[in-house]
């Protein structure tokens, strides 16, 4: 996909969607450079898509995000999986662990915003 592809598609899912903040893993070890430096790109048209649409955005490394959903900085997928679950009363969603990150993140951007404005990083 195209960088401008992912702009025009992500700004129609915000437009459809609404949200009111967001939340982004942080990009801090790559493995595979030509992977990381697509990663990389692709983050930053989003970020500035959010930024366009003065949206909050809230940044997490990994070791956070396990921290906030599973009160351990070094839980594994198992454990945020079951956290995540359990935090929104779902049963299993069959869907790649991906989808289980990505609703860690989304209740760790939420957790953020809820807290008193001293209190909240970014």
């Known amino acids: 996909m195209l960088l401008a592809d992912l702009d025009v598609s992500f700004k129609k899912l915000l437009k459809q969607t609404t949200p009111a903040i ?3 893993e942080k990009l801090f070890f790559v493995n595979n450079m030509k992977t990381g430096l697509e990663v990389a790109q692709s983050r930053g048209v ?3 898509s959010c930024a366009q649409q003065h949206l909050p955005i809230y940044e997490f490394t990994p070791k956070e995000i396990k921290q ?3 009160g351990d900085g070094g839980a594994d997928k ?3 999986e079951k956290m995540v679950r359990i935090t929104l009363g779902i049963d299993d ?3 790649p662990d991906d989808a ?3 609703l860690a993140i989304a209740l760790s951007a939420g957790y953020t915003h809820q807290r008193p404005p001293q209190l909240a990083t970014r």
Do not use: R, S, T
Request: glycine share 6%; aromatic share 6%.
């Open 78 to 80: 198992k454990a945020i």
């Open 100 to 102: 289980y990150d990505a």
């Open 46 to 48: 989003l970020l500035l």
């Open 93 to 95: 969603i069959h869907q």
């Open 68 to 70: 906030m959903i599973a």
């Open 22 to 24: 967001i939340g982004i």
